[in-house]
């Protein structure tokens, strides 16, 4: 009796085994667990949808433009790292023909002849506001956002010429002094925070990189103008995951390049009173089903959210073998199978729809509130950042103010001349077009809806940095070295051309930095 029940348990543990095993060849470790568990549902909190940004690195970088671009009509503003001009890889082309284009795209250069392809989007960009529906109109919608901008001159992947590209785009819409192109930071292919990551100047697997450099303080900060400090404690909430199925119409998340579940800071602040939204696009191969919480947990943003009202939108995408080995956002139309992917670009294509429909849950219920700000001189004034030919100005936000008036003196005592052109509106400024190492001085004052003009500020310092190192650096997987002539094969491995510096294996997994120093000469290394 004692055996056969034995034998029993023994069986049943055996067919429960067989069971489990074939449920996770079937449908993989995370379906598996969706039979025991269900994602929640993405909560609504009545946000202000009219005070929402984006942001994302590499193909979120890519996307977040895509995004601003077409509901430019709820955006304050946008942050771009590393990422490329709107519709670069042309959707009326077939998908293969956009993954080519793409390469010239990342590369700034091919083709284009203008940085990269800046008057070529414009155009793009033209025939979609045509299209009934497609995009927010940009002639209206454009000239008032914030735009920030981040090229570190390490880049190898997304190289200075494809960003410049991106500069020159929202130059054609946008007023000089709304946008603040950082350049002179000497960060890789990477996110770039001041407490998480890996060494700066190094591969990263999370392709997160401790340059002492907060992008989400900077850009958050030049989008909503000045902020509390960010949280230095632990956060007042959680962060949450939430089911991203629902908000695909038509066809699974993994069709269109999804994953299942995406996640959401809310702080706790935010359940009770009106908060605004941003949303923050991952790169290629930092989604959380290869990386984990790194890019939702350690990005940055959910500590200045915590003071600032601000609910932090994280999407996923997910890896597909055929169509996006690498996770990446759809900036070329994933597949040609699926024919709204050709509108990657627009309010249409899969992705931006699904991300409009997360915004929208988060904004029912909302209240409109009115404002309470008091006409008076702008408040926390200050100059944030610098590059070699500009100064990053940014003050308290007052809705009470029609605008604000910029001025600027070689001394702290003046004489201060304006140097906008017409009323700034939001709370931030880049002066641009600057001499390197110059130290200029400050004044901002408020102008009511009667035309009056406060007192000015007190005056504050802004200095230019030093021009930042002539470099030409290659980041890519060894095959690509070789392929491009910038290395060759030395047995099983790859050596770089001129400086002959060993590489590693030559496979599309082992990767290396290349710095161009002439002709057919590299050396394996960076910048300083």
């Not at 193909?59 to 709820?74: C, D, E, K, P, T």
């Not at 519709?87 to 998908?95: M, Q, Y």
């Not at 947990?297 to 995408?317: C, F, K």
């Not at 510096?501 to 290394?525: D, H, P, R, V």
């Amino acid at each position: 009796m004692k055996v056969s029940r034995l034998v029993t348990i023994a069986v049943v543990s055996a067919v429960v085994i067989a069971i489990t095993a074939s449920l996770y060849l079937s449908f993989g470790l995370k379906r598996f667990a969706r039979f025991f568990y269900s994602t929640p549902s993405l909560a609504a909190y009545g946000v202000d949808i009219q005070q929402t940004s984006v942001s994302g690195v590499s193909s979120g970088g890519a996307m977040a433009l895509q995004m601003h671009v077409a509901h430019s009509f709820i955006m304050r503003g946008v942050g771009v790292v590393a990422g490329v001009a709107y519709a670069c890889t042309d959707p009326s082309l077939l998908v293969a023909a956009r993954v080519l284009r793409g390469f010239d795209c990342m590369d700034g250069a091919g083709s284009f002849g203008d940085a990269g392809g800046a008057a070529f989007s414009i155009a793009k960009t033209a025939d979609a506001a045509d299209v009934p529906g497609a995009i927010d109109d940009p002639a209206v919608h454009l000239p008032r956002q914030k735009i920030w901008l981040f090229s570190g001159y390490n880049d190898g992947m997304v190289r200075r010429a494809a960003m410049d590209a991106v500069a020159l785009y929202y130059a054609h819409y946008v007023d000089a002094g709304n946008i603040f192109y950082k350049n002179n930071n000497h960060a890789p292919h990477a996110l770039v925070t001041d407490k998480y990551g890996g060494p700066c100047l190094g591969f990263n697997s999370e392709f997160i990189n401790n340059c002492g450099y907060s992008i989400a303080g900077h850009l958050l900060r030049h989008i909503y103008g000045a902020l509390n400090q960010r949280t230095s404690g632990g956060l007042s909430s959680s962060i949450a995951e939430f089911d991203q199925t629902e908000f695909v119409q038509g066809q699974t998340p993994a069709s269109v390049g999804l994953a299942d579940t995406g996640y959401v800071y809310v702080p706790s602040i935010c359940r009770t009173q009106t908060c605004r939204v941003h949303v923050v696009f991952h790169g290629c191969q930092q989604y959380a089903g290869l990386v984990g919480g790194a890019v939702y947990r350690h990005s940055g943003y959910n500590e200045w959210a915590d003071t600032n009202r601000m609910i932090v939108l994280y999407p996923q995408t997910d890896a597909d073998p055929d169509f996006n080995p690498k996770g990446c956002w759809d900036w070329w139309g994933l597949d040609q199978l699926l024919q709204r992917n050709s509108d990657f670009a627009r309010k249409t294509g899969y992705q931006i729809a699904a991300i409009k429909g997360m915004l929208d849950r988060l904004a029912q219920n909302f209240v409109p509130v009115g404002g309470s700000d008091t006409f008076a001189a702008p408040q926390d004034f200050s100059a944030r950042d610098s590059t070699a030919d500009s100064v990053a100005l940014a003050w308290r936000p007052n809705s009470a103010a029609a605008g604000f008036n910029v001025y600027r003196s070689s001394g702290n005592n003046g004489p201060f001349a304006k140097i906008n052109s017409g009323l700034v509106t939001g709370a931030s400024f880049g002066d641009r077009q600057l001499s390197p190492n110059t130290t200029h001085y400050y004044q901002l004052t408020a102008v009511n809806q009667s035309g009056v003009e406060s007192a000015p500020t007190s005056a504050v310092a802004g200095a230019t940095a030093p021009a930042p190192p002539a470099c030409d650096p290659y980041f890519s997987n060894n095959v690509t070295h070789v392929a491009s002539l910038r290395a060759y094969w030395f047995g099983l491995f790859a050596r770089a051309v001129g400086s002959n510096n060993n590489l590693g294996l030559n496979t599309t997994t082992t990767f290396s930095q290349l710095m161009k120093e002439g002709a057919l000469f590299y050396s394996e290394g960076y910048c300083p």
